[in-house]
Every structure is written in C-alpha cells, then in structure tokens.
C-alpha cells in the first residue's frame, strides 16, 4: 500500500542521518490512509519541506564557512612547510626532489630558502599598512586554535595537527555538499507531492 509505502521510506536516511522525503505515488489511496484529512497532509508536507529548507540553509552556511576556512588552513601548512624546509637546509640536510617535490607545488610564490640571512616578512598593522620584520627562527610556531586562543607548536607537530585539520575540513566539504544536492531533491520531492496532492483535491 502507498501508505506503508510512505512509511518505509521516510525510515531510509542518507549517511548523515537527513531522511528521504515520501513519495505520494497513489494520492487517493494515500489521503484514505489519513483518515481523508486533506488539509492535514497538506500541512504535514508544508512542515516537511520547512525542515528540509531549514537544513538546506544551516548547510549552505555551513559550506561558505569551510569555503574560506579551507584556503587558511592551506596557506597556514604551506609556510609551515616552507619553514622546515629553511631549517633543513640550514641544518645542511640534503633535500631531494622526493622529499620537497610536493612543496615546491604549494610554495611557487614563497622565496627559496638559502641557508644563511635571516627570514624577512611583512606583518599587517591594518587594513592597508604593512611593516617589514625580521623573525627569529625557533623551530615553533605559533597557530590559532580560535576563542583567543593561541599556542607554539614544533613544525613537526605543527604539519601534522595543519595536515590532519585540512583533510577533516576537505572531507566535512565533500560531505556537506553531498547532503545539499540530497536535500534538493527532497525538498523537489515535497513539491511535487504537495502539488499532486492539491491538483487531486481540486479535481475530485
């Protein structure tokens, strides 16, 4: 029956937990199996596709936050890697084209690190203003972590927490657009079967 049917489905979920919406494939055998209350489905379906949008909203949010988070996290590693690249060297480590291979990729637009001279940057005083600075070089650096909240980490350990913090941020984007595209098509769901339902109610 179209009713256990329905009942079924709302049970099938995607792998975040955001259930699929019902399909009303035989209208008038539906509405009997609620008793004939058409008013009733109609305001069930419109709560339903509220939920949906509510979801849809927080996730479209939820995206453009990562959006920007990603590229930080990105250029946070990339100086990191850049830094331990300058401390081998100095240290007169060899380095082969297996072990910086993949950082040449994310540091084109940094300086190549030499082993002598101390490291120069450029520091933000405002929105338009930058002063130039000498940093002494300690094998720490500082990262982030939020709330005001900043601690020094080895480089070592501090590629490690960047890398593990990118692939989550990479793999949280991959999924959040994964439940947008399926809340589409619920929410496409819905407004197909509240217009079946309301074209049937305005026939019969």
Request: avoid cysteine.
């Amino acid at each position: 029956m179209a009713t256990t049917a329905a009942s079924s489905s709302k049970m099938e979920m995607n792998p975040r937990g955001i259930p699929r919406a019902p399909f009303v494939a035989d209208v008038a055998e539906y509405i009997a199996g609620k008793n004939g209350d058409v008013e009733g489905v109609v305001k069930t379906f419109q709560e339903t596709s509220a939920k949906y949008r509510y979801m849809e909203l927080s996730l479209q949010q939820r995206r453009k936050a990562l959006t920007t988070k990603i590229p930080d996290i990105d250029q946070t590693l990339n100086v990191v890697k850049y830094l331990q690249l300058r401390r081998r060297k100095a240290a007169g480590e060899e380095i082969t084209e297996e072990t910086d291979g993949d950082e040449d990729d994310d540091l084109d637009d940094l300086e190549e690190p030499t082993e002598e001279g101390a490291l120069k940057t450029l520091f933000e005083l405002n929105d338009t203003l930058y002063a130039e600075a000498e940093i002494e070089e300690t094998g720490e650096v500082g990262i982030w972590l939020g709330a005001n909240t900043m601690l020094l980490y080895p480089l070592d350990e501090a590629n490690e927490l960047l890398s593990t913090k990118l692939a989550a941020a990479k793999k949280s984007l991959e999924e959040t657009v994964e439940d947008l595209e399926w809340l589409r098509e619920q929410v496409t769901v819905m407004d197909v079967n509240f217009a079946r339902v309301h074209n049937w109610d305005v026939k019969r």
